[in-house]
């Protein structure tokens, strides 16, 4: 099974897909969902 780091650089170089990336410090909210960083956030526009 291969690690969840390395499904996400790889789908991250999809086209369609925008990466948000959260700092440590920041508190984000994408379509209803908070989440506190660090985080790496896919969005799938396709």
Do not use: C, H
């Not at 410090?25 to 209803?32: M, N």
């Amino acid at each position: 099974m291969a690690p969840t780091k390395d499904l996400s650089e790889e789908i991250e170089k999809r086209q369609g897909i925008i990466t948000v990336q959260v700092q440590p410090y920041e508190k984000i909210e994408v379509g209803g969902i908070r989440v506190d960083g660090p985080a790496i956030i896919l969005i799938n526009k396709d």
